[in-house]
């Protein structure tokens, strides 16, 4: 990549085994064959402490989850403003100890944020251990995948 241009990190959180928890990861893992190199891409489903170290460095980061919406599965919501995130009352899904929520406040004390910060969040219905994806989830991520791209195109 040359000095002058952008640099983007697309983050996929999720347990590919808990249905529609794995919404994050599989849109990561569809980005990975697309964009090859001009985009860093990372699915996590155990720890968030490496990506705080790295996501500073990057000047748009994009960050995809399953959430609790309390609406109908496959809906797609749209973050800039962590505050805004907060207000929602949407949950994003965790297996983690510590919250997505809370390490982006902990990213923002410790001034590692990235330039721009958007979160993705889709609405699902099915978070059973080996569960599958359900059909709203599957075609809102087919929804999502042009919006990312205009985002990183942008």
């Known amino acids: 990549m040359k000095g002058n241009e952008k640099k983007f990190l697309i983050v996929g959180v999720g347990n590919l085994y808990r249905g529609d928890d794995s919404v994050g990861i599989l849109i990561a893992r569809y980005f990975r064959r697309c964009f090859k190199n001009s985009v860093k891409i990372v699915d996590i489903d155990i720890s968030f402490e490496e990506l705080i170290d790295i996501w500073g460095d990057f000047d748009l980061v994009i960050l995809v989850d399953a959430v609790h919406s309390g609406k109908g599965a496959g ?3 749209r973050f800039e403003d ?31 944020l990235p330039k721009r910060f958007i979160v993705y969040g889709i609405s699902g219905e099915n978070f059973e251990i080996g569960g599958f994806i359900s059909p709203n989830v599957k075609d809102a991520c087919r929804r999502l995948i042009p919006k990312i791209v205009a985002e990183v195109k942008a």
């Open 75 to 77: 809906e797609i919501y």
């Open 82 to 112: 962590i505050s805004e995130l907060l207000k929602s009352g949407l949950k994003l899904i965790s297996s983690h100890n510590v919250g997505i929520v809370e390490y982006i406040e902990l990213a923002k004390l410790l001034g590692s």
